[in-house]
C-alpha cells in the first residue's frame, strides 16, 4: 500500500492509474478504523480497481465544545489495517495541507433543507464542515464511486443531494451498518464508553426495532410511538436528543407513508451515539 501525505503526490499516482484506464474508489475516513470501516473498503474493492482511503480528522465538523481534540488517532494501526484489507493508497493530509491558506476565509459547501434537521439542529454547522471536506476530496481524488456508511444516515443523504446538485460524475454507494452481536452499531466513538455504559449502550438499537415494529404494525401516530421509547431511553440513563421517524427521504410522514426511517442521536454519559433503522423491517 502507498501512503501519501501530500496532494501533488497523491495526484501524481492516480494519474498513472487514470492514464491506465482504471476505474478509482475512495473511501474517506477519519481513522480510527474499526471493522464498519474495512466492510466499505470490501465493498469497494467490488467496485473498482483500485481503492483509495483517506484519514483525516476534520477541524471544520466538530463544534466548540465537542471532541476534536480527544478525537483518537491512530494513523500506524490503520494503516497496516487498510494494507491487510487491499487498499493500494492512503491518503493522510495534515490540516495545513487540506486548508492551506487558513480556515478564516475557506470557501464552504452548504446543502441546503437536509442538513439542517436532527443533527444538523443539535451541531450547527457540522454538516457544512462535512459537505466542504468531502468537496475537497472529491476535487483532489475525482473518484469514480465513494462509499460511505448508512450508519450516518444523515450525512450520507446530505453528500448524495450535494453530489447531485453539483453535477459531480461521482456514484455514491451506502454501506449497511455494521454492529456488535448485541446490536451497537460500531463506531470509533464507543471506546469512549464506561465498561457499564457499554453494557447499556445496546438499547438504543433496541429502542429503534421497537419503533420500526410499531411501524410494521400499522401505527401511524408518529409522535406518540417516538415519545414512548425515548421514555424507556431516559430510564436507561440516556440523554436523547432526538428520535424521529422519517421518510427515507427525511422529509416527515405521513398516514400515506409506506417506507420510513428511525433515527436517534444520544448521549450516554459523556459519549454522542446515533443509530438509525429502516420500517418495513431491515436494516438502513
Known amino acids: 500500500m502507498i501512503t ?5 503526490e497523491l495526484r501524481a499516482q492516480l494519474a498513472v492509474w487514470r492514464a491506465a484506464g482504471q476505474r478509482i474508489a475512495l473511501v474517506p475516513t477519519m481513522g480510527n478504523l474499526h471493522r464498519g470501516h474495512l466492510r466499505l473498503v470490501e465493498q469497494a474493492r467490488m467496485q473498482a480497481d483500485r481503492v483509495v482511503a483517506s484519514i483525516f480528522v476534520n477541524p471544520l465538523q466538530f463544534g466548540p465544545n465537542e471532541d476534536f481534540e480527544r478525537y483518537p488517532r491512530t ?3 490503520d494503516q497496516a489495517s487498510l494494507q491487510d484489507a487491499g487498499v493500494d493508497l492512503l491518503f493522510a493530509p495534515s490540516v495545513a495541507e487540506m ?11 452548504h446543502v441546503p433543507g437536509v442538513s439542517e434537521d436532527l443533527d444538523g439542529a443539535h451541531r450547527p454547522g457540522h454538516f457544512d464542515g462535512v459537505a466542504t471536506v ?3 476530496l472529491f476535487n483532489i481524488v475525482q473518484p469514480d464511486v465513494a ?7 444523515q450525512q450520507l443523504a446530505v453528500i448524495r443531494q450535494m453530489v447531485r446538485d453539483l453535477h459531480l460524475p461521482i456514484e455514491i454507494v451506502g454501506v449497511p451498518t455494521q454492529r456488535d452481536a448485541d446490536g451497537l452499531a460500531l463506531s470509533s466513538r464507543n471506546q469512549y464508553l464506561s465498561p457499564e455504559e457499554r453494557t447499556r449502550a ?6 429503534l426495532k421497537a419503533v420500526a415494529a410499531a411501524l410494521d404494525e400499522g401505527r401511524r401516530d408518529f ?3 417516538s415519545e414512548e421509547q425515548c421514555k424507556v431511553l431516559a430510564n436507561k440513563g440516556f440523554d436523547v436528543q432526538y428520535l424521529a421517524i422519517r421518510r427515507p427521504d427525511l422529509g416527515l410522514p405521513d398516514a400515506t407513508t409506506q417506507r420510513f426511517v428511525v433515527l436517534v442521536a444520544a448521549k450516554l ?3 454522542r451515539l446515533i443509530d438509525n433503522i429502516q420500517a418495513p423491517s431491515g436494516q438502513i
Do not use: M, Q
Not at 99 to 109: A, I, K, M, N
Not at 147 to 153: R, T
Open 99 to 109: 486548508y492551506p491558506h487558513g480556515r478564516e476565509t475557506l470557501s464552504s459547501v
Open 4 to 8: 501519501r501525505h501530500a496532494i501533488t
Open 75 to 77: 494513523l500506524a494501526a
Open 134 to 136: 468531502v468537496s475537497i
Open 223 to 225: 409522535e406518540p410511538i
Open 147 to 153: 462509499l460511505f456508511g448508512e450508519k450516518d444516515y
Open 202 to 207: 445496546p438499547a438504543l438499537h433496541a429502542a
Open 269 to 271: 454519559g459523556r459519549t
